[in-house]
């Protein structure tokens, strides 16, 4: 199954593209679930048919969703109080019922990471269209699951739980319970969610696409938000410039803003593949009007990625790693070796990412941002590989 991730900056018209996407690929008999978490549903008023907690069919071939954010956290939180029951009523702590809980922020983004995972191992359909939030929310929702499961690991790692037969002498030493079984078991099971959605993020059919006005604002949050992908592992397969005004019009007001876009689109086109949806005049509102907008097709074999990349042992003996960041700027970027880890920072962004076995026996000698990468300079460590006789 393909699935397509469109974002883009706020009230650039990423959810209405969104749409318009899934319907013509269902038009073109393509079995498609557009999933959104959008909570003013504006999938529902662009299709003409308000989109539910659970998948439903808008047209043939055509099925939205849009979970239902409150009731997997009241799900959530009432299991995660069963389980840590011995250690709330050691401290005494009141339980909460489920008619007093409402969902706290980061809520959607997790409903809607947990949909992206139950709809992508469905194998029901042949593509999947996910309306993300605005850009900078839909970067960090996509590095959730990476950060989750690196938390879990250092909190709770796996190997703690050979010492379950100690827990009880260490539980008597300590004078407080130990962790269980049961939380083990608990934080494997969350792993095991995360890693689900982290392998459709990093599956090679996966794309995504950005959606922005054209115009100098749009310009700044498209540089953002392609180095933020990139440090992510992910690229934009098509960029929609929508709602591009007719180049001649008799109103110089309009033609002034005309000339703005074109000047953005031309140096768009430098970097994307550009595809330019016309600006109705209007809001698009039902079927008809989502038809009107040509946005390009999502049915096109996407190029393979790989990020990051490592060269082949050079004549001086250092490895050169290649990290793609494209749009970054020298003075924005930091770089940090901590152990095993390379701790990337470009601007707002921060990536922690684990070093292959052979680097870490490595020292780094320095790095470089060259033609939109970063090119870190590792030389063998003779204390560390083996030596030649």
């Given at each position: 199954?393909r699935?397509?991730?469109?974002?883009?900056?706020?009230?650039?018209?990423?959810?209405?593209?969104?749409?318009?996407?899934?319907?013509?690929?269902?038009?073109?008999g393509?079995?498609?679930?557009?999933?959104?978490?959008?909570?003013?549903?504006?999938?529902?008023?662009?299709?003409?048919?308000?989109?539910?907690?659970?998948?439903?069919?808008?047209?043939?071939?055509?099925?939205?969703?849009?979970?239902?954010?409150?009731?997997?956290?009241?799900?959530?939180?009432l299991?995660?109080?069963?389980?840590?029951?011995?250690?709330?009523?050691?401290?005494?702590?009141?339980?909460?019922?489920?008619?007093?809980?409402?969902?706290?922020?980061?809520?959607?983004?997790?409903?809607?990471?947990?949909?992206?995972?139950?709809?992508?191992?469905?194998?029901?359909?042949?593509?999947?269209?996910?309306?993300?939030?605005?850009?900078?929310?839909?970067?960090?929702?996509?590095?959730?699951?990476?950060?989750?499961?690196r938390?879990?690991?250092?909190?709770?790692?796996?190997?703690?739980?050979?010492?379950?037969?100690?827990?009880?002498?260490?539980?008597?030493?300590?004078?407080?319970?130990?962790?269980?079984?049961?939380?083990?078991?608990?934080?494997?099971?969350?792993?095991?969610?995360?890693?689900?959605?982290?392998?459709?993020?990093?599956?090679?059919?996966?794309?995504?696409?950005?959606?922005?006005?054209?115009?100098?604002?749009?310009?700044?949050?498209?540089?953002?938000?392609?180095?933020?992908?990139?440090?992510?592992?992910?690229?934009?397969?098509?960029?929609?410039?929508?709602?591009?005004?007719?180049?001649?019009?008799?109103?110089?007001?309009?033609?002034g803003?005309?000339a703005?876009?074109?000047?953005?689109?031309?140096?768009?086109?430098?970097?994307?593949?550009?595809?330019e949806v016309?600006?109705?005049?209007?809001?698009?509102?039902?079927?008809?009007?989502?038809?009107?907008?040509?946005?390009?097709?999502?049915?096109?074999?996407?190029?393979?990625?790989?990020?990051?990349?490592?060269?082949?042992?050079?004549?001086?003996?250092?490895?050169?790693?290649?990290?793609?960041?494209?749009?970054?700027?020298?003075?924005d970027?930091?770089?940090?070796?901590?152990?095993?880890?390379?701790?990337?920072?470009?601007?707002?962004?921060?990536?922690?990412?684990?070093?292959?076995?052979?680097?870490?026996?490595?020292?780094?000698?320095?790095?470089?941002?060259?033609?939109?990468?970063?090119?870190?300079?590792?030389?063998?460590?003779?204390?560390?590989?083996?030596?030649?006789?």
């Amino acid at each position: 199954m393909r699935t397509v991730l469109i974002t883009g900056p706020g009230g650039s018209g990423r959810t209405t593209i969104a749409a318009a996407t899934a319907l013509q690929a269902a038009r073109q008999g393509k079995r498609t679930l557009l999933l959104s978490a959008d909570r003013t549903d504006t999938p529902g008023a662009a299709l003409g048919k308000p989109t539910g907690p659970t998948p439903a069919d808008a047209e043939p071939h055509l099925t939205t969703w849009r979970p239902d954010s409150g009731e997997d956290f009241r799900d959530d939180l009432l299991a995660f109080q069963e389980r840590a029951a011995s250690a709330l009523d050691l401290l005494g702590a009141t339980r909460l019922e489920a008619e007093e809980l409402t969902p706290l922020p980061g809520a959607e983004e997790l409903a809607l990471l947990r949909a992206l995972r139950d709809a992508a191992t469905a194998d029901t359909y042949e593509l999947l269209i996910v309306d993300l939030p605005p850009t900078p929310q839909a970067l960090a929702l996509l590095a959730l699951p990476e950060q989750l499961r690196r938390y879990l690991s250092r909190l709770l790692p796996a190997e703690r739980q050979a010492a379950r037969a100690l827990r009880p002498v260490l539980g008597r030493l300590a004078g407080v319970p130990m962790p269980t079984d049961r939380l083990y078991e608990t934080a494997a099971r969350w792993d095991l969610e995360l890693a689900a959605v982290a392998a459709v993020l990093a599956d090679r059919t996966t794309t995504v696409r950005l959606v922005a006005e054209p115009g100098p604002a749009g310009t700044d949050a498209l540089r953002t938000a392609t180095t933020g992908l990139a440090l992510r592992g992910l690229r934009a397969d098509a960029l929609v410039a929508n709602r591009v005004l007719p180049d001649a019009s008799p109103d110089t007001w309009l033609a002034g803003l005309a000339a703005q876009q074109r000047k953005a689109l031309d140096e768009w086109r430098g970097t994307y593949e550009v595809c330019e949806v016309s600006h109705l005049g209007r809001d698009p509102r039902g079927t008809d009007d989502l038809t009107a907008l040509t946005v390009p097709g999502a049915g096109q074999a996407p190029r393979p990625v790989e990020w990051p990349m490592t060269d082949q042992l050079a004549t001086d003996g250092v490895i050169v790693w290649h990290i793609p960041l494209p749009g970054a700027i020298r003075d924005d970027l930091d770089l940090i070796r901590r152990g095993d880890e390379l701790v990337v920072t470009v601007g707002p962004f921060h990536r922690i990412v684990p070093l292959p076995s052979a680097l870490r026996r490595c020292t780094v000698q320095g790095a470089a941002l060259r033609d939109g990468e970063l090119r870190i300079r590792f030389a063998p460590d003779p204390e560390l590989w083996p030596q030649e006789r």
